[in-house]
């Protein structure tokens, strides 16, 4: 199958029949369990860091 991808671009989204959309503040409650990890932000911060310096 052969799909032009400006064709892909302009679909809409597949929306599942039997699962309605999850709401934000329980998607985000998925990833609340990171921030309970010792030094999650500090290394977060130090690889932001390091991206900034090597892609200016």
Do not use: C, V, W
């Amino acid at each position: 199958m052969n799909i032009d991808p400006e064709t892909l671009i302009h679909m809409p989204r597949p929306a599942s029949r039997r699962h309605p959309p999850m709401p934000r503040h329980k998607r985000s409650a998925q990833f609340a369990a990171f921030a309970a990890l010792g030094g999650y932000e500090r290394l977060i911060a130090r690889a932001e860091a390091e991206n900034a310096a090597r892609y200016k």
